[in-house]
């Protein structure tokens, strides 16, 4: 499977050391699926490198699921994915 940022909501499954959407963005939601760990991270950053978002899988679940008063972020970028799906939805 790939990344894929062209229809909603976003699919990424493959860490990336640029920016991956430009731009004023509203995140709406956050679902990390298929995680194979305990202690597998989500780390989501910003366009200036900034964290704006992580997520330590605590138990030995399958998927998490983060629904977040909509928030305004300038671009993002997932650094940090230690397994599986995050499907990000956005306003």
């Excluded at 989500?42 to 679940?61: E, M, V």
Aim: avoid cysteine; proline fraction near 2%.
């Amino acid at each position: 499977m790939a990344n894929d940022l062209t229809k909603r909501p976003w699919l990424v499954d493959t860490v990336s050391s640029t920016t991956q959407i430009t731009g004023r963005i509203k995140v709406k939601s956050i679902r990390w699926a298929s995680i194979t760990s305990v202690g597998d991270e989500l780390i989501i950053l910003d366009d200036a490198g900034t964290k704006i978002f992580q997520l330590t899988n605590p138990t030995a679940k399958n998927s998490l699921d983060v629904f977040l008063d909509a928030w305004w972020t300038n671009g993002f970028r997932v650094s940090t994915l230690g397994s599986g799906i995050v499907f990000i939805d956005y306003a």
